[in-house]
């Protein structure tokens, strides 16, 4: 959805590396990425809590430098 290795996102998804996603703690992240939030479908039970972290840390990649 957030089109290919770098983030940036499509017209319909935002960019992972801006300020407006990196702005959100880990907490929040994994909350969304668990629970599913407006656009985002719901990661619980398709992805273990570990992989949740791991995103987590490579959508922090990602900020801009």
């Known amino acids: 959805c957030h089109d290919g290795v770098d983030g940036k996102g499509d017209?319909?998804?935002?960019d992972l590396s801006s300020d407006n996603v990196q702005k959100y703690t880990d907490?929040?992240?994994?909350?969304?990425i668990t629970n599913g939030n407006g656009g985002v479908?719901?990661?619980?039970?398709k992805?273990?809590?570990k992989q949740?972290?791991?995103l987590v840390?490579?959508?922090r990649s990602l900020k801009k430098k």
Do not use: C, H, R
Not at 41 to 45: S, V
């Open 27 to 32: 907490a929040e992240l994994t909350d969304i």
């Open 41 to 45: 479908p719901a990661y619980k039970g």
């Open 52 to 54: 949740i972290k791991q």
């Open 47 to 49: 992805l273990t809590g």
């Open 57 to 59: 840390a490579y959508m």
């Open 11 to 14: 017209t319909k998804t935002p």
